[in-house]
């Protein structure tokens, strides 16, 4: 479980950006973070891996405090997938996915041999680990930026709106791929996106976030469709 405990982020320039923030976020199930730009969403999920540093509350995973656990090893066991990708542009599919495996110490070929499987778990083609991503589409670059987010297999997954740049059509397609996979896998995930619907379809719980960076709903998508 993650565990946010009355957690606050004012930016430098005086932005509060989340305020008294509680909430817990539950093993191996989908939570989602919505509402609408600007309401502290993507500064809650990145504060979970300490790429931004809360300036009040406790934030923990399984019970230990995130601030006990150095920067690199927590973010080992944390995957993390953005709009866009991120894919780095001068390294094949395959060496995309491969380069975290590897700069923790696998084999580069074992690196390798994983990579293609992660292209087939993603619904890729192997001949595409040759390719690179600017010969890719937007919804491949997707998928390829989901197979690198779990070539370490991290237990937990953080995904910050990582299907709004394609179009409806191939959005749609990764969401039910999406769905599929996690069901396999069973990760704790984090999913931030801006859109109700795909909130309402993809997550077990859901944060409903308001302006100010408050949480103004946690709820089932049940209960949320009720209100
Ligand atoms: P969301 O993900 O819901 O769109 P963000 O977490 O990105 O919201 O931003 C929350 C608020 O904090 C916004 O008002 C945004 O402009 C502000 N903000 C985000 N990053 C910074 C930063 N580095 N410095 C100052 N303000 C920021
Ligand atoms: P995204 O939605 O992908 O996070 P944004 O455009 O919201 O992209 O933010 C891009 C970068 O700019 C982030 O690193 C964010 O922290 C920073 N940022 C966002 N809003 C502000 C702001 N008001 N002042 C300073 N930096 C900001």
Known sequence: MISF????KVYPDGTAAVQDLSLDIPTGR????????????????????????PTAGTIEIDGRDTRSIDAPTLRRGIGYVIQNAGLFP????????????VLQGKNRREARTAARELLERVGLPVEMGRRYPNQLSGGQQ????VARALAADPPVMLMDEPFS???????????T?????????????????????EAVKLGDRIAVFAVGGRLAQFSSPADLLRR
């Open 30 to 53: 989908i939570t989602v973070f919505v509402g609408p730009s600007g309401c502290g969403k993507t500064t809650s999920l990145r504060m979970i891996n300490r790429m931004i540093e």
């Open 177 to 197: 791929e999406f769905l599929r996979l996690q069901d396999e896998l069973g990760k704790t995930i984090v999913f931030v996106t801006h859109d109700i619907d």
């Open 5 to 8: 405990q009355s957690v606050a």
């Open 165 to 175: 740049a394609v179009d409806p059509v191939v959005r749609e397609q990764l969401q």
């Open 142 to 145: 997707q998928r390829v930026g």
């Open 90 to 101: 001068h390294r094949t599919v395959e060496d995309n996915i491969a380069t975290v495996p």
